[in-house]
Structures are given as C-alpha cells and as structure tokens.
C-alpha cells in the first residue's frame, strides 16, 4: 500500500536509549499511521539493532551493509513507498506534528523539492561557553520565524534543508540517485571512522539543480539530542576540520567552488600562516577555526 509519507532512520550502533527517544517521538505523532511508513535502516551495526516497532503497522527493519550514512540513506530511498520522504536521524526528537506539517507544506508547494525547520539542541551536560559558534556544525539552527525559500542560482543557500529531520519530495530525488547509483559519485558523508558530511548538502544541491526548490519553515521543529562526548574539545576539533574538508568537494562536484586547487606542498605553509592569521594560541574557538581552515586547505589540495 502507497504511504504518504516514508520516514527513514539510518543507523549504526544506536545508543539505545536515544534510539527510544527517537521512536518515541514518531509514535506520538499527530498523523495517524496508516498515512506513513517507518523504516529503520541498519547500517552495517557490529550486532543487529533491535527496536520495538509492533506499535506501528507500516515499520520495518531495512539492513544495509555498505559502512556510511550515504549509503544507508541510499537504502531508504530504494524501499521507501512514500511520495515524501523524511530522514530522521537516531539522535531526532521531531515535534509531535512534524509529519502532519510535512505533508502540508509539500501539497501547498509543489515545486517544493526539499524541506526544514528549526532543530533545538538537548545537552546531555551543560555545553561549554566556547561551543556556540560551532552550533551549525552539530546540526543546530533557528533561522526564525519567517518561512524562507531559495532556488538554483549557482550558490548553497543558507537556509536550505539540514539532513536531521529533511523532507524530501521522492520525485525529486532522480537525479541524485542516478548519480548515486550509477556514477559512484555521491558524497560519502560519515562512516563510523570518519566525520565528514555533505551528503545532505549534495542532496540539496542537485534537487535545486533539477529545478526544485529548497526551504526553511519555522513549524517543523525538533530536538537533537547531543551526548557530551560531541561536545569535547577534541571532537568538535575533529568535526570542524572533517567536514571544512568534505564541504569543498560538494562544492567542487556541484562547480561552484569559488576557490583554485593549491598545490599540495604549499599546504603546510598555508596552516602554518593560517596558525599565526588567526591566533590559533588565542583559545579554543580560535584553534577550532584554525583546525578548519587546515581541513578547507586538505580539501583544496585533494580536489
């Protein structure tokens, strides 16, 4: 049976509590069941997951075996039924309305091609003073209270969609997939080893190259659960420095990186200048910025 909406949770060794969180949100919403599917998707776990799902008629348990968030939201896409499709990640606590709101928002904009809201975080223990700048890159935002729409015009839009909580509308999706799938060519995104992302950044940016649009609406809301350990010194070093990285080869595959390959033995030359450009001695926020640029220069080098 056709759903109207297909909601998907890649995941890979949940921690099972806020996995049980995450699920719990779903089946407090305010859309009754029989208009969505839920299909949690394993991603290569070390030991199968286990969820109860029996409070839902329509969910299942996917496996995926290839390592990373790419491929596992690849899954999703290939057994979802739904015309809209919601990523939900395993840290996700979405508004008891976020489905109902979901689905109207994509029947009252049909050139709607990918879609999302304000995602509030949840500390596990108080977060340092330190971290705030760094919020986006844990997936955090409030853009405000006023809806925001971009298209195509050869830049990332600031408000487009974050992957926590993105819906998609299915059609939308061709060319990415076809890409994907065939060419090899999506951005890998995260794996258990690695930080870096983009793939939801190349989701957006070839929905918006395909002619769709890209939006930012204040009533889809959700928390995002952060345990302390993502707010370490060294993870959000890590995190920031990974994903400067990965953000130039989205925009290199999308050709609209606006800076030149720099030869790779200038690299080391060009932290050391950035060490002393922005004071990385200065305290942490500096010494994460710096951490950054040194992954915008790897990522400059590599393309």
Same mark, same amino acid.
């Given at each position: ?97 976020? %489905? ?47 809806? %925001? ?155």
């Amino acid at each position: 049976m056709s759903k109207l909406i297909s909601v998907i949770i890649p995941s890979f060794n949940p921690d099972r509590g806020r996995l049980s969180e995450t699920l719990n949100g779903l089946r407090l919403q305010s859309l009754e069941c029989s208009q969505w599917e839920l299909i949690l998707i394993d991603n290569n776990s070390t030991l199968p997951i286990e969820a109860d799902l029996t409070w839902h008629p329509h969910a299942r348990i996917v496996s995926e075996n290839r390592q990373g968030l790419t491929y596992a939201r690849l899954k999703g896409f290939e057994v979802a039924g739904g015309d809209i499709i919601i990523m939900v990640d395993d840290d996700n606590i979405l508004d008891k309305d976020y %489905l109902q709101n979901m689905s109207a928002l994509f029947a009252a904009n049909p050139r709607l091609g990918t879609a999302g809201g304000k995602l509030a975080p949840r500390f596990a223990s108080q977060p340092p003073q330190w971290l705030r700048p760094f919020y986006g890159n844990l997936a955090l935002r409030d853009l405000g209270e006023t809806v %925001l729409l971009a298209e195509w015009d050869n830049t990332y839009p600031a408000n487009a969609a974050v992957g926590a909580g993105m819906g998609i509308r299915r059609i939308a999706l061709i060319e990415y997939r076809a890409d994907a799938t065939n060419s090899h060519a999506a951005i890998a995104d995260r794996t258990a080893g690695q930080l870096s992302s983009g793939g939801d950044n190349d989701i957006v940016l070839a929905t918006l190259r395909a002619g769709w649009q890209t939006g930012y609406f204040p009533q889809l809301r959700l928390t995002h659960i952060i345990p302390a350990e993502r707010t370490q010194f060294a993870y959000i070093c890590r995190l920031v420095n990974n994903t400067s990285k990965s953000w130039i080869q989205v925009l290199n595959k999308h050709n609209i990186n606006p800076w030149a390959k720099i030869p790779a033995w200038t690299v080391p030359l060009r932290k050391a200048k950035a060490w002393v450009t922005l004071r990385a001695w200065a305290g942490k926020v500096n010494y994460i910025k710096w951490k950054g640029a040194c992954g915008q220069f790897d990522g400059l080098a590599s393309i």
